[in-house]
């Protein structure tokens, strides 16, 4: 940071030379000159100095007897000055500057993490439905308008934050695996069911609790109002309270299991015939540079690319993309899987799906799975019976406030009646 300072102000090399070079420089440090990058000759000494600071070291040499050659410049001011005469060049950089200065006005990458049931890319098509995406203004975008969102939409997503640093707008979300995670929000809310099921467990540590262990529930049914009725000694209602339900509630659910593996598939074999290249993506148009191989008869091409978005500074992110490629080629083998072999496959791909709903604390009671060969497919179908934790917020509307209130100083009117 001092180096760049130091070249924004301008500094110069100098070397000076005499008898009393000494006395010359305890009446630098005597008068705040700076020097630096101090280096003793056979009979001189060479330093650097500030630009501004050469006119001060003039009756200093002449105090002392000593000579001062200036040798190179450096800095801000001299660099503008050796290519003054260069407009087209300046002109370059000032029209820089200002593709900067618009780009940085844009949102040009959305990252997102701790997403696990919901792919990225499922939640990037739901926002550019709601107009949010690469390439908007940043000042039509707000954070917490796109928080409540992603939590109506995705039921299983009790967390997420949005943060709009630079030209990057980063989403973390959390969902629920095995415990109910508490909203930060401003207003208070309810906790409603995410999905048909039956009550197994219900703790509740903040609210109303509306259902009890063995009810039935359907999707969007309050589990636990945010609304808590104080009753006086004749269980009438004294006070109310809005509140941020809290609780950890368990149902048994189900879930819909549905696979098709086709019997016949192609089976690629890639030749030694690859090439590499250069790749570059402005916007949406894509430049390659070499690695092209052209598709001969039977023989198809793949292109593997390894790319990153260009980054500036931190955060700031433009909408350009470079890396490399590589192009195989290779042809197409029609095959057909066995009974035995596909059954496999499909019982693979059963095993992977009910490992991922463990991995997020969901316990499995019962499947009732089918597979079977009809036709040309593997057909697995079925369902799957789990507890599994309950619960996503619905902030309490101001029509529910009010008609509470009103309800509240009804009773009260009555009860200063006569």
Known sequence: MLSFMRWIQGYVNLKICGMDMERFLNLCRHHNISLWNLQYQKDAITFSMKRNQVVQVKDLLKKTGCQCHIGKRY??????????????????????????YIFSRFLWTIEIDGNFT?????????????????????????????????????????????????????????????????????????????????????ITRAGTPKVQVGDTIKKKDILVSGIVEVLDDNKEVMLTNFVNADADIYGETEYSYHDEIP???????????????LELKVFSRLFLFGGSLKEEGNYKTDRISQTKQLEIYHNFFLPVYYGTYETKQYSNEKKTYSQDEVYNIAQNHLEKFLKKLQEKGIQIIHKDVKIKVA??????????????????????????KEEHTIKQDNKEENTDEP
């Open 118 to 202: 919901n792919t990225s890319e499922t939640i990037l098509e739901f926002l550019k439905e709601k107009h949010i995406y690469a390439g908007m203004y940043k000042k039509d975008i707000a954070c917490e308008e796109i928080e409540k969102m992603i939590r109506n939409q995705y039921f299983d997503i009790t967390w997420v934050s949005a943060e709009l640093t630079g030209t990057r707008l980063s989403l973390h979300i959390k969902e629920k695996i095995d415990t109910f995670v508490v909203q930060e929000e401003k207003e208070p809310y309810h906790i409603i069911a995410d999905k048909d099921g039956v009550i197994t467990s219900i």
């Open 263 to 277: 019997l016949e598939y192609l089976k690629k074999h890639y030749t030694d015939k690859s090439k590499k290249g």
């Open 375 to 400: 036709g040309k497919k593997c057909i697995s179908d079925g369902k799957i019976h789990v507890v599994e934790q309950l619960g996503a917020i619905q902030t309490i509307t101001s029509q529910e």
């Open 75 to 100: 800095g801000l001011y001299s660099f503008f000055f050796r290519y003054r005469k260069r407009k087209l060049f300046f002109g370059g950089i000032l029209l820089f500057v200002l593709i900067l």
